[in-house]
């Protein structure tokens, strides 16, 4: 034991301060590449790494609590039950009012040269596509059979022309959908390609309306055709609306939604919403809340922020928070508030938008209630309709904090709504662009590993540099750190000899 301690002792004398000037600095540079990768991991993802790979790697390893024992089946099950729920809430809609490929998103690539859409997103819009615009009878058909692969391809350009070789053939409405969609550069020149679009589809639809009960075929058709001629009167209306020809686009919204009041997982009344605030015909807008806004039917940023923007406009003119504080809320001020707070509740990301801290993008194809993408797609077009209304934004801005003291716990309990989906920044994520910081509510704490690497590395790094600038003092100090442990290590050794109990004699 005497020679170990010696021959480390030699070892020690030996050491030169450059050996420690090197120690600490490689440890520096090693935690803080640590540091730099978790904190790149923990902004992308949402999470440490260490964490996440302890947890799931080490932990099994070092004999986890197997979740299939029956101790804890009930709590699995409970599990199992949560995870369905966040899988429903975390559900991904078609944006209700997406832009148009080649007219407004290609645009801002050309002028900017970033991407606004995700691959996420243009994947999701194809299998959309797919749903929507092809049927099993597609290959009957041979301007079908293109536009049926058409759908499928990535290349927007192998897309372009095999649109363009379906419409030689024969006037093809979803090639001509096509290309409203993704050639045209202008709303001008994508409304001629709709309405010729239009026109080929009312034919089909019309066909396939007398033939849709001779079997299972045929009703697929019909179905395919009722998307179709859908889809392109609302896109028609869309194209009137951005020209400034609102009170078309209102009147085609209510005709399309007359003629197909079944088809309520388009959200059209949304489209009719945006469009009546636009024409600022109030009444109109409430009447159609109230046939909306009901209990039975999915909430949405719009409606929601909608009707609170309603009852803030019969107060935010004359509201004054300091004449608020002095004599109380009145009743049409607290109806206000409360639908503030209810809106709030719902998405708590639009305020931000809503009141220019936040910048806005141009917002995706695919939205997730609740979410970042939805908060982008509601500020992005009803922004201009909050400002219009005097004081509605100051009311925003003095009442919109308060919905945070109503949940104790937003994870766990809700207030009027279900508890906050825990799933809504991984998917936004996935929907919104690298160049856009997305919004997390609530806000994480930094992970342990982010803090300990932190400290580690600064830890490190002040040794270093006191290491390369007091090279002896810092040697005399690890030596007397040295001797300091192995005193200690003697005096336990000691004390445990001592404890032991001596042999009586016989």
């Known amino acids: 034991m005497f020679g170990t301690e010696s021959s480390l002792s030699m070892f020690l004398n030996t050491l030169t301060p450059k050996f420690y000037v090197a120690l600490t600095g490689t440890s520096s540079l090693i ?22 790979v302890s947890v799931s790697h080490l932990r099994p390893l070092l004999g986890g609590v197997d979740n299939s024992s029956p101790i804890n089946s009930n709590s699995s099950n ?34 900017t040269g970033r991407e606004p859409l995700t691959y996420y997103d243009m994947n999701l819009s194809a299998q ?66 709709f309405k010729q679009a239009l026109k080929t589809g009312e034919g089909c639809y019309r066909r396939s309306q007398q033939l849709q009960h001779h079997g299972a075929q ?26 400034g020809r609102t009170r078309e686009a209102v009147k085609m919204l209510r005709d399309l939604m007359k003629e197909f009041p079944l088809l309520s997982m388009f959200n059209i009344h949304e489209n009719l919403l945006e469009s009546l605030l636009e024409l600022q015909n109030y009444a109109d807008v409430q009447a159609v809340l109230a046939k909306y806004d009901d209990i ?13 923007l309603l009852k803030a406009r019969a107060v935010s003119d004359k509201f004054s928070p300091e004449a608020a504080s002095r004599r109380g809320l009145s009743t049409a001020e607290m109806n206000a508030v409360e639908a503030i707070h209810r809106a709030v509740e ?18 995706p194809e695919h939205i997730l209630k609740r979410g970042d993408s939805e908060a982008i797609a509601y500020a992005f077009f009803h922004l201009q309709h909050w400002k219009r209304v005097e004081g509605a934004l100051n009311l925003l801005h003095c009442t919109w904090e308060g919905t945070f003291r109503m949940i104790p716990y937003p994870l766990e309990k809700g207030h009027l709504f279900y508890p906050y989906p825990i799933c809504t920044e991984t998917a936004d994520r996935e929907l919104l662009p690298m160049f856009h910081e997305v919004s997390v509510y ?11 690497t932190a400290g580690l590395c600064s830890f490190t790094a002040m040794l270093a540099l006191l290491t390369h600038q007091f090279p002896e003092l810092m040697g005399v100090f690890a030596k007397a750190v040295s001797l300091l442990h192995r005193s200690l290590s003697h005096s336990r050794t000691h004390t445990s000899s001592l404890s032991k109990p001596s042999p009586h004699p016989q």
């Open 442 to 452: 609530p806000k994480k704490e930094l992970p342990f590993f982010i803090l300990f």
């Open 31 to 52: 935690s803080g590449l640590i540091l730099i990768f978790e904190w790149w991991y923990f902004r992308k993802y949402g999470t440490s790494f260490i964490e996440q």
């Open 128 to 193: 959309d596509h797919q749903t929507f615009f092809t049927c099993d009878s597609d290959h009957l058909r041979p301007a079908d059979a293109i536009m049926q692969k058409a759908w499928r391809e990535r290349n927007p350009q192998a897309r372009i022309s095999a649109a363009h070789e379906s419409l030689e053939l024969e006037d093809c409405a979803t090639a001509s959908i096509l290309l409203a969609e993704e050639e045209a550069t202008t709303i001008v020149e994508a409304e001629k390609l």
């Open 78 to 111: 409970g599990d199992a039950d949560s995870n369905r729920q966040n899988v429903s809430e975390c559900k991904v809609w078609r944006n209700p009012l997406n832009l148009f490929r080649g007219a407004e998103y290609n645009r801002y690539t050309w002028v």
């Open 296 to 308: 039975s039917l999915p909430k949405s940023a719009t409606i929601c922020y909608t009707a609170a």
């Open 218 to 243: 045929y009703e697929a058709q019909h179905r395919r055709d009722t998307n179709v001629l859908v889809y392109i009167k609302r896109r028609l209306a869309m194209c009137s609306r951005k020209l």
């Open 346 to 363: 719902f998405n708590p990301h639009v305020p931000k938008y809503l009141l220019e801290m936040k910048s806005l993008i141009l917002p």
